[in-house]
């Protein structure tokens, strides 16, 4: 489920999206430690929103790099 408040984060870098999610991880940790159970909910919806993006991009690029999904592995005799 996307945060109501963000729009399109496809304008956003991979880089400054990595960034939101460090930054958004310390104010959940920080809410965590106060107890506030409305922002830990607000915080989790957000960084679900940036992750869904940036997972989005990885399974992209990776596709486009073309990497076989099988490892050989062969006995030398």
């Known amino acids: ?3 109501p408040f963000i729009s399109d984060l496809s304008a956003k870098s991979t880089e400054d999206l990595q960034k939101t999610l460090t930054d958004l991880t ?3 940790n920080f809410a965590y430690r106060m107890q506030n159970q409305p922002m830990i909910q607000q915080i989790q919806l ?3 929103s940036y992750k869904e993006e940036y997972n989005k991009r990885m399974d992209a690029l990776y596709n486009k790099q073309n990497i076989q999904n099988q490892i050989k592995i062969s ?3």
């Open 1 to 3: 489920m996307q945060h």
């Open 26 to 28: 310390g104010k959940l």
């Open 46 to 48: 957000a960084i679900t």
């Open 75 to 77: 006995k030398e005799s």
